[in-house]
């Protein structure tokens, strides 16, 4: 029998995105031989993982998982894990897998990489979505993840649209900073994460806010100014009150709140520190929408319809 390594196992894995105790014992029935391996994979349907690594993957869910005693620190984190289709994504394989990948990632924190060498039971995140990959004849992958932490505190979650518990299309964590009493406190923090899915905001105040995007409407603003004919010493007041506006759009505190849109969000905070006893600091927050940023392939419907009745 061969004499096989960790590394030859780990090459034909990435090769052929099989099993890691598939590529082993394939190594070890072609005596090593790298190629013979591939082959024998790929006889017994084991190398699925690989034909499927060039397809697009823009469907999926994002999950959420969250862990923190009462007056201890506490953790959330984000992932979005992707599939070829929204079939595929109500699939329970699959479900299972971003739920045991969100779980993975609390303690690995939101490094990718670090994600997918993480171990549940006897195999790591990668392995185990290779394995899905296999089972379920879809390209799917771990596209990103991110986390917040609070020392005394909550970290607040909420996804919207969910098809199962911690997993949907928008997933939002809250990191909120107080003393105060937990229960309110989370009750309250659940209110602020759902306003982020809805509302989308970009940073907590200005001073979060990318210095080129204030500056970018700062000149929109100016230039409307000028062809409206307005004099110079009047427009320095019309860009002012103008940011105060773009603030409100974009800002999470100064946004209405969407559960009474007369106050804004430092306000309902305001309001909410009453009942939890002491002041709440929002530290952070983070939203995943499934998909954002992803160019998906739009593709000749009608011409794929043709094709498949034979007419095209």
Same mark, same amino acid.
């Given at each position: 029998? /061969?004499?096989?390594?960790? +590394?030859?196992?780990?090459?034909?894995?990435?090769?052929? *995105?099989?099993?890691?105790?598939?590529?082993?014992? +394939?190594?070890? #029935?072609?005596?090593?031989?790298?190629?013979?391996?591939?082959?024998?994979?790929?006889?017994?349907?084991?190398?699925?993982?690989?034909?499927?690594?060039?397809?697009? %993957? +823009?469907?999926?869910?994002?999950?959420?998982?969250?862990?923190?005693?009462?007056?201890?620190? =506490?953790?959330?984190?984000?992932?979005?894990?992707?599939?070829?289709?929204?079939?595929?994504?109500?699939?329970?394989?699959?479900?299972?897998?971003?739920?045991?990948?969100?779980? =993975? =990632?609390? &303690?690995? *924190?939101p490094s990718v990489d670090k994600i997918l060498a993480a171990k549940?039971?006897?195999?790591?995140?990668? #392995?185990?979505?290779?394995?899905?990959? =296999?089972?379920?004849?879809?390209?799917?992958?771990?596209?990103?993840? /991110?986390?917040?932490?609070?020392?005394?505190?909550? @970290?607040?979650?909420?996804?919207?649209?969910?098809?199962?518990?911690?997993?949907?299309?928008?997933?939002?964590?809250?990191?909120?900073?107080?003393?105060?009493? &937990?229960? #309110?406190?989370?009750?309250?923090?659940?209110?602020?994460?759902?306003?982020?899915?809805?509302?989308?905001? $970009? !940073?907590?105040?200005?001073?979060?806010?990318?210095? %080129?995007? @204030?500056?970018?409407?700062? +000149?929109?603003?100016?230039?409307?100014?000028?062809? $409206?004919?307005?004099?110079?010493?009047?427009?320095?007041?019309?860009?002012?009150? *103008?940011?105060?506006?773009?603030?409100?759009?974009?800002?999470?505190?100064? $946004?209405?709140?969407?559960?009474?849109?007369?106050?804004?969000?430092? $306000?309902?905070?305001?309001?909410?520190?009453?009942?939890?006893?002491?002041?709440?600091?929002?530290?952070?927050?983070?939203?995943?929408?499934?998909?954002?940023?992803? #160019?998906r392939a739009s593709g000749d419907f009608g011409g794929e319809v043709? !094709?498949?009745?034979?007419?095209?």
């Amino acid at each position: 029998m /061969a004499n096989v390594s960790a +590394a030859m196992v780990k090459e034909l894995r990435d090769q052929t *995105g099989a099993g890691m105790m598939d590529c082993k014992a +394939a190594l070890s #029935e072609t005596g090593g031989n790298l190629d013979a391996a591939v082959d024998w994979l790929r006889k017994k349907g084991l190398s699925k993982a690989a034909k499927k690594a060039g397809r697009m %993957a +823009a469907e999926g869910l994002v999950g959420v998982a969250v862990k923190g005693a009462k007056g201890m620190s =506490a953790k959330g984190i984000l992932v979005e894990v992707n599939s070829e289709t929204d079939f595929v994504a109500r699939n329970d394989l699959f479900q299972g897998l971003v739920k045991m990948i969100a779980d =993975a =990632a609390l &303690d690995a *924190g939101p490094s990718v990489d670090k994600i997918l060498a993480a171990k549940a039971g006897n195999i790591t995140i990668s #392995e185990a979505i290779a394995d899905t990959i =296999a089972k379920v004849g879809e390209n799917m992958s771990l596209r990103r993840a /991110a986390g917040l932490s609070v020392g005394k505190g909550t @970290i607040a979650s909420y996804i919207h649209n969910a098809v199962s518990d911690g997993l949907g299309r928008i997933g939002v964590i809250v990191a909120l900073e107080s003393s105060g009493k &937990d229960d #309110e406190l989370k009750a309250f923090g659940r209110m602020v994460a759902m306003h982020v899915a809805s509302a989308n905001p $970009q !940073a907590i105040d200005p001073s979060g806010l990318d210095t %080129a995007a @204030i500056e970018r409407e700062k +000149a929109v603003l100016t230039d409307k100014a000028k062809a $409206q004919g307005k004099p110079a010493n009047v427009i320095d007041k019309i860009v002012e009150s *103008g940011l105060k506006t773009f603030y409100k759009e974009v800002c999470l505190l100064d $946004q209405g709140f969407i559960f009474d849109d007369k106050k804004s969000v430092a $306000q309902a905070i305001k309001e909410a520190e009453a009942k939890v006893g002491a002041p709440i600091k929002v530290t952070g927050f983070v939203r995943f929408a499934l998909g954002e940023g992803i #160019e998906r392939a739009s593709g000749d419907f009608g011409g794929e319809v043709a !094709a498949l009745a034979g007419t095209h």
